[in-house]
Nanobody
Framework: QVQLVESGGGLVQAGGSLRLSCAASGRRVSTYALGWFRHAPGEEREFVGGISSRGSTTYRDSVKGRFTISRDNSKDMVYLQMDRLKPEDTAVYYC????????????????WGQGTQVTVSS
């Protein structure tokens, strides 16, 4: 079992930045792939990005060049640095973990955090 707790959400103006943090706990967290999904009102839950246990990253196209995922295995933490934010980035952001890679399909993800709200005003 892995428990995930997000923090760092809030309200920011378009063009601004936010950094989300996720504290992971459980056995062998460093061996899990970690990542982020988001869920906007009226939309499907969607993949944002993932980072493997070795540090390889993947992102959805709309956030490439603006968002950066990193992890600190010594602290069992994963981060999502979001720059040049847009109103369409407004959503609840979820930290996720998986024993394998982070799938883009929400149904295939093993563990979810409770989510943190990010609101980008225009």
């Amino acid at each position: 079992q892995v428990q995930l707790v997000e923090s760092g959400g809030g309200l920011v103006q378009a063009g601004g930045s936010l950094r989300l943090s996720c504290a992971a706990s459980g056995r062998r967290v460093s061996t899990y792939a970690l990542g982020w999904f988001r869920h906007a009102p009226g939309e499907e839950r969607e993949f944002v990005g993932g980072i493997s246990s070795r540090g390889s990253t993947t992102y959805r196209d709309s956030v490439k060049g603006r968002f950066t995922i990193s992890r600190d295995n010594s602290k069992d933490m994963v981060y999502l640095q979001m720059d040049r934010l847009k109103p369409e980035d407004t959503a609840v952001y979820y930290c996720v973990a998986d024993m394998n890679s982070i799938s883009t399909a929400p149904a295939l993800i093993d563990y979810w955090g409770q989510g943190t709200q990010v609101t980008v005003s225009s």
